[in-house]
């Protein structure tokens, strides 16, 4: 289950976006609108003034994001950041190697990027800055749960139990089950991920299930 000692994953996104490709089905169609519907809501409902996104991609799902203009997109690709500055002139976009200079930010969101953080260290590390760089909640867009997956590039994890044994300052607050479960005839319009929100033990979230598309 842990990825080839080989495969380096800023390698592979960096790759990707500079061969003209994106950031990948869960950012496209109806599960792009899916995780931007309730995004949007939680950003609103919960009276949100900041977010810092950790692994922004080319900016596909940013697009259909309402989000305060306290916004910080990081990703670990470069090519990924000239795009998303070209298309979002007014956002901030930095270098992941730079978030130690970040303040911290009300939400920090994790969509879809969980489960390509193939390397232990990398994986670590990440979920170290997502929590570590939040305020008052974490939003993750992921798979949770070991499992075998032909691709590369992906590596499904247990990240819950991770969380649960990383961060005591934090508890799930919600799980919302995406409303297209993965079917492997349909890979594009169907997804393992679900959200999961974190806040501090004291916290409460409002959390809205948008009807389905
Ligand atoms: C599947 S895309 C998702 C992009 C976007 N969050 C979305 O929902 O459309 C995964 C993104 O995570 C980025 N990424 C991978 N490893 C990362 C890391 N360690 N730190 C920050 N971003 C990373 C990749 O470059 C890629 O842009």
Redesign the pocket.
């Known amino acids: 289950m842990s990825g080839s000692p080989m495969f380096s994953?800023?390698a592979y996104?960096d790759g990707r976006y500079r061969a003209g490709g994106g950031?990948?089905a869960?950012?496209l169609g109806r599960l792009a609108r899916f995780?931007a519907a309730v995004v949007n809501r939680f950003v609103q409902d919960n009276r949100v003034a900041s977010v810092i996104d950790?692994?922004?991609?080319d900016g596909?799902?940013l697009a259909l994001l309402e989000l305060p203009r306290d916004y910080v997109g990081?990703?670990?690709?470069p090519a990924?950041l000239m795009r998303c500055s070209a298309r979002f002139p007014n956002r901030l976009f930095m270098p992941?190697e730079m978030i130690g200079c970040l303040p911290a930010a009300e939400l920090t969101l994790s969509?879809?990027?969980i489960y390509?953080?193939v390397e232990d260290t990398?994986f670590a590390e990440?979920m170290q800055s997502l929590f570590a760089l939040a305020t008052r909640f974490v939003a993750i867009y992921a798979s949770n749960g070991e499992a075998d997956w032909p691709a590369p590039h992906v590596r499904h994890r247990d990240f819950t139990r991770h969380v649960a044994e990383t961060q005591p300052d934090w508890r799930l607050l919600a799980h919302l089950p995406n409303p297209c479960p993965f079917d492997p005839k349909h890979p594009d319009d169907t997804s393992f991920a679900d959200f999961y929100i974190y806040g501090r033990p004291a916290a409460a979230c409002t959390l809205h299930i948008p009807a389905a598309d």
Do not use: E, N
């Not at 950790?54 to 991609?57: F, Q, S």
């Not at 990081?74 to 690709?77: A, E, L, R």
């Open positions: 994953s800023s996104w950031s990948g869960g950012s995780k950790l692994g922004c991609g596909s799902q990081v990703d670990i690709s990924a992941y969509l879809d990027v390509h953080l990398v990440a």
